[in-house]
Nanobody, 130 residues
Framework: EVRLVESGGDSVQPGGSLRLSCVAS????????MSWVRQAPGKGFEWVSSLTWDGTTNYADSMKGRATISRNNAENTLYLQLNSLKTDDTAMYYCANSLLVRCSGTDCYTEHGEKYANNWGQGTQVTVSS
């Protein structure tokens, strides 16, 4: 059974930083592409970033220069470093065991148009406010 457990969210002021973590189990993590998505209050999912098994990264335009996705295969853990946080970054953040490139509503998709199987964890809340 796939299990994804996110953590690291917090309340911070604009300009602050956070490192989110996602501990994965139930699949071979080191060979799995991984992604982060987020859901702001009252909105659908928004794709944030993806990381292939061999280290290729991709970021949403809104996150370029402010976010860094990384992984520790020895600990089955995915990370998302967030810097220069803005109020618009306030959202619940989720990780996914797939190479996602976009989201629409409550569904997210790979570059081949395949819908993610919604193996979501409980998410971790990031709140940015002054």
């Amino acid at each position: 059974e796939v299990r994804l457990v996110e953590s690291g969210g917090d309340s911070v002021q604009p300009g602050g930083s956070l490192r989110l973590s996602c501990v994965a189990s139930g699949f071979t993590f080191k060979f799995s592409p991984m992604s982060w998505v987020r859901q702001a209050p009252g909105k659908g999912f928004e794709w944030v970033s993806s990381l292939t098994w061999d280290g290729t990264t991709n970021y949403a335009d809104s996150m370029k220069g402010r976010a860094t996705i990384s992984r520790n295969n020895a600990e089955n853990t995915l990370y998302l470093q967030l810097n220069s946080l803005k109020t618009d970054d306030t959202a619940m953040y989720y990780c996914a065991n797939s190479l996602l490139v976009r989201c629409s509503g409550t569904d997210c998709y790979t570059e081949h148009g395949e819908k993610y199987a919604n193996n979501w964890g409980q998410g971790t809340q990031v709140t940015v406010s002054s």
